[in-house]
């Protein structure tokens, strides 16, 4: 889809981090922009600051985890724009679940499968069949992680998990979607970590999957995590999410599935995880030689 100027564009998760930076990305380049968010307060201050920056930017709260509210989204959508040319199934959380994952309790389990799997599922079965019937270019990009999506980091269960499925459904759609003028994508953001509200998703936690019992220990903050890792030795870089933001617009303009920045880390995992399927050896490369 070369031409994205005056095309409708939806996403998830947009009160802030990577989704609002893809407001930014889209409108700046004349997209008209449909942002959908669980925590309404803040998806309102991101759409007015957008609109103050002159972007065509509307917001809809949304709970991507119940169908009915993604199947609203699309009609706000269509009812304010005529109709959806790029979904960003973006919002996701870190269920910060804490201890051996055989003592996590089910709704964290509950709570990260409903964002980030059945979010995606639900944008899917909201959005592509009107795209189909449409007859326009169409595009979905999911956002996946490198941790799960290409190798799973062990301490954390669900969200590896989750992210791991987004790969999969996104493979499995772009395959079918063979023959329609619908694309799909599947993004990792990076190369480095991302200073985003994602350690603070305890924020954004429904009631219905509320915790069941008081937590033991404080949420990893980001800044917790930086203080690990310069004390494993481990540099410490972060992503901006314009970037990345900016690296899924030309990955829609140009029909790019894997939106993958070159990330020697990463791409190690992913090298030392294919081999220890193929060689069917021990996976302890890269499942033991990581903290967790
Ligand atoms: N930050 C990183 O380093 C990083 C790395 C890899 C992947 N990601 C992925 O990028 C995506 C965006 O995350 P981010 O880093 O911008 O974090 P973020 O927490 O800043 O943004 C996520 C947004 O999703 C919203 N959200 C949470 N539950 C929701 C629900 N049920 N319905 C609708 N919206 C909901 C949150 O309110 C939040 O605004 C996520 O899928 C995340 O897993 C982030």
Sequence with gaps: MQDVAGKVAVVTGGAGG??????EAFGAAGMKVVLADVQPEPLAKTVDELQGHGLNVIGVPTDVSVYESVTALRDAAVEAFGGVHVLCNNAGIGAGAEGPMWEHELRDWEWAIGVNVWGVIHGINAFVPGMIAGGEECHVVNTSSGNGGLSPLPSTPQYAATKAAVVTITECLYGQLAGTLVSASVLFPGPHMLRT?????????PDRFAKTRP?????????ALEEQMK??????????????????LDAVRNDRFWIHPDNPRTDDALRQRTQSILDRSQPDSYLRAVPG
Aim: aromatic share 10%; hydrophobic share 40%.
């Design 18 to 23: 990577i989704g609002r930076a893809m407001g």
């Design 197 to 205: 509200g994602l350690f603070e998703s305890w924020r954004s936690r």
């Design 215 to 223: 937590r033991q220990t404080p949420y990893t903050t980001v800044d």
């Design 231 to 248: 004390a494993a030795g481990v540099p410490i870089a972060y992503t901006e999410p314009i970037e990345v933001a900016t690296a899924t």
